[in-house]
């Protein structure tokens, strides 16, 4: 059973507009403001900068021209480095608004984190984000980083862009990072998983988001190019992948379908899918045992497979 704290955090975010004064959730379409969701996402993160770890250093830079920073513990080393994804629909997300919760990454598995600022869509369509992580990753090898000391890791969105990433570097012929975290991937922006319609009641996202995001980020290419859509590539050769995902998510299956696949192809692959539980739901803890007990699976897995 769901435990108490998490039905009312669930309670709290699917029935938020009622707290707004609205009758009706919010409904995305081709008239939803793209600026003001990342204007939204910003001023939440403003509100919490006061809970950022004060044993965590930020330092930015750019990788060229690209908006990046460190995350680093202290007394961590840039030896071993967590290379995350930022998520947000590939419209939204930068470094600012993911700190916090990268930040409480680096807490607690002692990894040093790079972030990085991908473009986002509508005005940066595929193969932008892409191109920008393939960027970073590459940096990390030419700064003489081991891609044994590597993990790829990334939320949603960005849980997809670890994934196609993957498929990328191995495709490039590049050497593969070490393992990968990826928190409800979206893997399929064709949108065909059942759960697209079996879970749309119960989902904290907004109706039509996965349709509108989908659209801006997929431009004129086929969502069904394994580097926009992961769960249709050759999953063959990937390193050691933990997935972990919410039951309550319109994006379930595509978790679900890829580890499946990925586990036929002899990946050495975990999944996870948290009872009841949101999208992302790991990135919420301490606030409930569901949160903290699959958090803790996820710092143990990046501590083993990086050695820490």
Same mark, same amino acid.
């Given at each position: ?6 039905? *009312? ?34 001023? &939440? ?6 809970? /950022? ?8 830079? &750019?990788?060229?021209? /690209? ?8 007394? $961590? ?7 995350? #994804?930022?998520?947000?629909? %590939?419209?939204?997300?930068? #470094?600012?608004?993911? =700190? ?11 990894? +040093? ?15 932008? $984000? ?35 990433? !993957? ?8 050497? !593969? ?6 928190? +409800? ?6 949108? &065909? ?33 394994? %580097? ?16 972990? *995902?919410?039951?309550?998510?319109? /994006?379930?299956?595509?978790?679900? =379908? ?8 002899? *990946?050495?692959? &975990? ?8 999208? #992302? ?28």
């Amino acid at each position: 059973m769901a435990s108490l704290q998490s039905q *009312v955090f669930y309670m709290a975010i699917k029935y938020r507009h009622l707290f707004q004064g609205k009758l009706k959730p919010e409904v995305w379409d081709a008239n939803t403001s793209i600026n003001a969701f990342r204007e939204e996402a910003e001023r &939440t993160n403003a509100r919490l900068a006061s809970k /950022m770890p004060k044993d965590v250093e930020v330092s930015p830079f &750019t990788i060229d021209g /690209m908006k990046a920073e460190w995350l680093t513990p202290t007394g $961590a080393s840039k030896e071993k480095v967590i290379l995350y #994804c930022i998520g947000g629909g %590939y419209v939204s997300g930068s #470094c600012n608004d993911h =700190r916090l919760i990268v930040a409480k990454i680096a807490k607690a598995t002692g990894a +040093s984190i790079l972030l990085y600022e991908h473009r986002n869509a509508p005005e940066h369509p595929y193969p932008a $984000a892409l191109d920008d992580s393939m960027k970073a990753y590459k940096w990390l090898l030419e700064q003489g980083t081991s891609p044994n000391n590597i993990l790829i890791m990334g939320e949603s969105a960005g849980g997809g862009l670890c994934l196609a990433s !993957l498929l990328a570097i191995r495709d490039q012929k590049l050497p !593969l990072p070490v393992a990968a975290v990826a928190l +409800s991937p979206w893997t399929d922006l064709k949108l &065909t998983g059942d759960s697209y319609r079996t879970k749309k009641n119960v989902c904290i996202s907004p109706e039509g988001m996965n349709v509108v995001c989908s659209k801006y980020y997929c431009g004129n290419h086929n969502p069904e190019d394994p %580097y926009i859509s992961p769960l249709y590539g050759d999953l063959r050769g990937l390193p050691p992948t933990l997935i972990n *995902v919410g039951d309550y998510e319109t /994006m379930r299956d595509d978790s679900i =379908r890829f580890a499946e696949k990925a586990k036929k192809a002899g *990946v050495d692959v &975990t999944l996870r899918v948290g009872e009841k539980m949101v999208h #992302c739901y790991p990135l919420v803890a301490p606030m409930f045992r569901e949160a903290i007990e699959a958090m803790d699976e996820i710092t143990a897995f990046i501590k083993s497979q990086l050695r820490l």
